[in-house]
Structure formats: structure tokens, C-alpha cells
């Protein structure tokens, strides 16, 4: 099973995981330079599927699949409309290839902390919330990953998703908000 924890910077992803699986974390990692977000995505995706054989759980510290930012970017303004297509397509072909997919459960962690209030960019973060819950309803709704609104204190859920699927993939895009 491949598992993600993600929301907003500083809502205590990183440390969930630590705490809760140490030797089952993908970390969230840099792009190498050069690397694009697909190939970037991709090669963490590689490393959860490798880690989830070996192991039989893989936890990743925010999603791999990280159309979520590109999409909270241009509903607030910050990415163009074309910007975003252009992720959309490349990410998509990621996809379609198998490079990358979407994990059996999700994580969302969408608090506003305090922590999060003494980063950079307090502000930005906090208008990307919201469009973090549209992209995660919308992977829920195509049934592309089950959706859990909590990091959870006790038992991640057990759940399979549909990983490297274009039409679960077209689903999530046509589930956004226009």
C-alpha cells in the first residue's frame, strides 16, 4: 500500500511521518537541477512502488502526484490558466506511461498552525488551503484514492486505488471546480 501525508507547509506532515513510519518514509525531497516536476514526481513515485514491494507500506511525505500546488497556484492567481494545462499534460503523460500514479490513501492534513504563521510566505500558504481541499475532494470523488480528512492518531485505513490510470487521472481533472 502506498500512502501520502500532505498539506499545507508547516501542518505537521513531516513530522507525522517521522514519528509514525520511520522506516517507511519517502521523503519529500528536492528537484535535481535540471529535473523537471514530472521527472521529479516520477522518481519519488519510483521510490515509494520500489519501497511498498520490499517493505508492503511506503508513506510519502506530501504527495508525489503534486498537481495539487500547480492547481492551489492558479485558482489563487499565482500560475496562468495555460501554466497549468501545461503541468496537466505532463503530468498526465507520467501517468499514461505508468511513471506515476495516485496512492491507495491520502493523508490531508489542512490545518493552519502556528508553525505555519512564522514561515515565509504565511500568506500564500494560507490562500492555498482551500484549493488543497478542492484537488483532494476531487481525487475522492473520481474514486482515484480514499480520502482521509486527518493525519490519524491510531490505524492509516486500508484501501486500493487505481495508481497509474489515465481515465482515474481524467476523472480527478474533470472533478475540479471551474
Not at 492547481?71 to 507520467?94: I, K, P
Request: aromatic letters at 8%; proline letters at 5%; hydrophobic letters at 40%.
Amino acid at each position: 500500500m502506498i500512502v501520502v501525508a500532505t498539506g499545507p507547509s508547516a501542518s505537521g506532515k513531516t513530522t507525522w511521518c517521522r514519528r509514525r513510519f520511520p522506516a517507511n518514509t519517502v521523503p519529500e525531497g528536492a528537484a535535481e537541477l535540471g529535473e523537471s516536476w514530472p521527472e521529479f514526481a516520477s522518481r519519488r513515485w519510483a521510490q515509494a512502488v520500489r519501497m511498498e514491494e520490499e517493505r508492503g507500506l511506503a508513506v510519502c511525505d506530501d504527495d508525489p502526484l503534486k498537481l495539487h500546488y500547480g492547481w492551489s497556484l492558479t485558482r489563487v492567481g499565482e500560475m496562468t490558466r495555460r501554466e497549468w494545462r501545461d503541468e496537466v499534460e505532463s503530468h498526465r503523460a507520467e501517468v499514461v506511461a505508468g511513471r506515476l500514479g495516485f496512492a491507495d490513501v491520502v493523508l490531508v492534513s489542512a490545518v493552519v498552525g502556528e508553525e505555519l504563521r512564522r514561515r515565509r510566505n504565511f500568506e500564500l500558504h494560507v490562500r492555498l488551503v482551500e484549493p488543497l481541499r478542492e484537488w483532494y475532494r476531487a481525487v475522492e470523488q473520481a474514486g482515484a484514492s480514499r480520502v482521509v480528512w486527518e493525519l490519524p492518531d491510531g490505524d492509516v485505513p486500508i484501501s486500493r486505488g487505481g495508481r497509474s490510470s489515465a481515465a482515474l487521472f481524467d476523472a480527478v481533472i474533470r472533478e475540479l471546480p471551474s
